[in-house]
Structures are given as C-alpha cells and as structure tokens.
C-alpha cells in the first residue's frame, strides 16, 4: 500500500489550500479513509475520516471549514480546507487501514501565516 499526499504549502489566515492522496495497492473503494495532522512539538490528530458509504467524521476545530471527500474512480481522498487558521499548521498525513495495518503518507506542510 502507498500513499502520496500533496496540495501544502503556505497560505495567509483565512486562506483555503486543498489537499490530495492518491492510493495504490489496496481496494481504496472498500476502506475507509483519514486525515491527521501533526503540530510541532504536539502529537498527531485526527482531523477527519470518510468511510466506505461517503459519511464523513470531522474533529471539532475543523467542523464547518474542512471537508473530506473521496475519488473512488481515482483512488484519491482530498481535504479541502477554508477559512485557514494559524493553529491549523501542521504537516497533514493520510491515513488507511489496510487487513489490519495502518498505512501512512510522507506528510504535507500546511503553513499559516501573514
């Protein structure tokens, strides 16, 4: 299994930036699908899934800014993020759990900053 996420980078308060993983060696339809992220110095959180149905989950300090949806034709997962906050910075992973095993993606840096 392989995840290659990409879409970070720097992005003024109140910005959108949206992020993209792209899956490959797993049945992406059949598997729920995630984003965390990691602040310096603070552990890594879950800030939203989409499962296999296309509901969605979200943490509270994303709620109504973030959505999560999936390319199911394309094997990708995107993360749209709005209204962009200081505190969102972060290096954002994708996430799968594939037959047990959790996979991981190289990470993107999301910056906020003026």
């Known amino acids: 299994v392989q995840l290659q996420a990409s879409g970070g980078g720097l992005v003024q308060p109140g910005g959108s930036l949206r992020l993209s993983c792209a899956a490959s060696?797993?049945?992406?339809?059949?598997?729920?699908m995630g984003w965390y992220r990691q602040a310096l110095g603070k552990q890594r959180e879950l800030v939203a899934r989409i499962f296999v149905d296309a509901t969605t989950s979200y943490a509270d300090s994303v709620k109504g800014r973030f959505t999560i949806s999936r390319d199911n034709t394309n094997n990708t997962v995107h993360l749209q993020m709005d209204s962009l906050k200081p505190e969102d910075t972060a290096v954002y992973y994708c996430n799968v759990v594939n037959y047990g095993r959790a996979y991981w993606g190289q990470g993107t840096l999301v910056t906020v900053s003026s």
């Open positions: 060696g797993l049945i992406f339809g059949f598997r729920n």
